[in-house]
């Protein structure tokens, strides 16, 4: 079936910035609070009031645009879109129109196969939120306007995912570099991101390509509700082209939504009219110049990108792409790792300390790696132990448990704590030489009963660590072993 059609699909994408008031206020933005407790005459829509820009909001768009490859605008403006809708008391959106910040990018995110593919970005602009309506109250429908005035980065890519996984590679992607860059909390549960794909099919037929109509649908918040929706989209339009031969005409993009107890989209909007949103520049702000000195400014606050720090895992450490991309999750976990490795320890041995036990401690207190209180140094110092054979894998774990509960230093914690392997080959040679004496059915198994030799070998090693305490070498141990029994 799939090979019958090629899905298209391009995505308009919303993101919250993550300032600490409004856009055009000086309103506080908190999550959950009251309802109508953050809002002012600006933000409630005020005749009179008057809209002063947030430059850090605008600072964060200019630094989420420069990751996604755009070309910045020097000069960019405020327009009102106008709407009628309860949670818009302004009666219109302050958005940008012709002008916007930034345009021309393209986003990378993983094909899948360990390669990357570009999505192009046709712009970003910023706008403000509206209200939200709540309609729990029986009779009445309530508006709280605590929402209104946040600040809101659209970003539009243009038609260059074919399958559901790219949409949901895209939609992470973007999430883990707008966390990266610190812009905005890209929580999917607050609503801080939301997604719109415009999906329709390419079907080829008799030399001949047909486009199915163009289904957008609307306010997704999760990427599962993503990928699934554009897997259904495309079953569903291929099911009606079959049925109905209709294909793609002006003026027949539908608006869907996605019912996720059915899994099924939903039409809401059978023939989106030619909305009339009668743009125009908002007399009420000056438009913004960005120069040179700015910009580069805003450029210094770049940093390396998510997948391009997860693929330099891969190429220079040796990581697997699995583990790699465990680590670039979030931006703290993976410069932990990169200080650490960069401070010498091995990445492998770092990787796993991190992914097995660090990941674990720190979501078990809900912090990031870096806030357990444990430094680089001392992890580079713990790995070293481990690498060395001073420590045993199992004590590397309860020593990193140890000092996220006492910042203590891992050699100190593993001498406190007997976790000391030794290495001393005579030692352990004096501790197989009474072993072997006291066994003797089970040197003579070893050596001469191939049927019994391997267990016979499993029972002297548990013998010598016995008598070790458990503190001897299990690698030095084997060693010495099996040159004695050959
Ligand atoms: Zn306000
Ligand atoms: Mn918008």
Redesign the pocket.
């Known amino acids: 079936m799939a090979s019958q059609y090629k899905i298209v699909v391009g995505l308009e994408i919303h993101v919250h910035l993550a300032t600490r008031t ?1 856009i055009f ?3 506080e933005l908190v999550y959950g609070d009251t309802a109508n407790t ?3 005459p ?3 829509g005020m005749p009179g009031s008057l809209p002063v820009m947030n430059k850090k909001a605008l600072e964060f768009s200019i630094l989420t645009g420069l990751a996604l490859n755009c070309a910045i605008a020097p000069f960019t403006k405020w327009d009102r879109k106008s709407y009628y809708y309860p949670d818009l008391p302004k009666n219109y959106q302050i958005s940008q129109y012709d002008l916007p910040f930034s345009e021309h990018g393209y986003i990378e995110i993983p094909a899948g196969d360990g390669s990357n593919k570009k999505i192009g970005i046709i712009r970003a602009h910023l706008e403000e939120d509206a209200g939200k309506n709540t309609h729990t109250l029986g009779n009445f429908s309530a508006v709280d306007l605590n929402r209104a ?1 946040t600040p809101l980065l659209e970003i539009v890519t243009e038609p260059d995912m074919n399958t559901p996984e790219e949409v949901g590679a895209l939609a992470r992607e973007l999430q883990r570099i707008v966390r990266f860059l610190g812009v905005s909390e890209a929580d999917m549960q607050k609503g801080h991101m939301r997604f719109e794909p415009n999906v329709n099919l390419h079907i080829e037929r008799d030399g001949q390509v047909f486009k199915t109509p163009i289904s957008e649908v609307k306010n997704l918040n999760s990427f599962r509700a993503i990928e699934r929706s554009v897997a259904y989209e495309a079953q569903r339009q291929y099911a009606e082209f079959l049925e109905t031969g209709k294909t793609l005409q002006m003026g027949n993009k539908r608006t869907y939504g996605w019912d996720d107890a059915k899994q099924m989209t939903v039409l809401q909007r059978e023939k989106e009219e030619a909305h009339d949103y009668r743009y125009f520049p908002d007399p009420d702000l000056v438009p913004v110049e960005v120069d040179d000195a700015w910009l580069n400014e805003i450029k210094s606050r770049l940093c390396e990108l998510p997948l391009q720090m997860q693929n330099r895992f891969v190429s220079e450490y040796g990581l697997s792409d699995y583990d790699a991309g465990v680590l670039t999750a979030d931006r703290a976990t993976a410069e932990f790792f990169d200080t650490a490795v960069k401070l010498g320890a091995d990445a492998k041995r770092v990787c796993n300390l991190l992914t097995q036990t660090g990941l674990k401690l720190a979501n078990e207190k809900g912090v990031t790696v870096n806030q357990l209180g444990i430094g680089p140094e001392q992890l580079v110092q713990l790995a070293k132990m481990a690498d060395a054979g001073d420590i045993s894998a199992t004590a590397a774990t309860t020593i990193f448990e140890e000092m996220a509960v006492t910042g203590g230093d891992p050699m100190q914690i593993a001498e406190q704590k007997n976790l000391i392997q030794k290495s001393d080959t005579g030692e352990i040679e004096s501790l197989v030489d009474q072993v072997l004496a006291e066994n003797a059915q089970a040197v003579e198994d070893a050596k001469s009963n191939p049927k019994k030799a391997k267990k016979a070998m499993g029972f002297l090693m548990g013998q010598v660590m016995q008598k070790s305490k458990g503190q001897a070498n299990p690698k030095i141990v084997s060693q010495i072993l099996n040159k004695k029994l050959k």
């Open positions: 409004k206020c000086g309103c953050h809002v002012c600006v933000c409630l005035g």
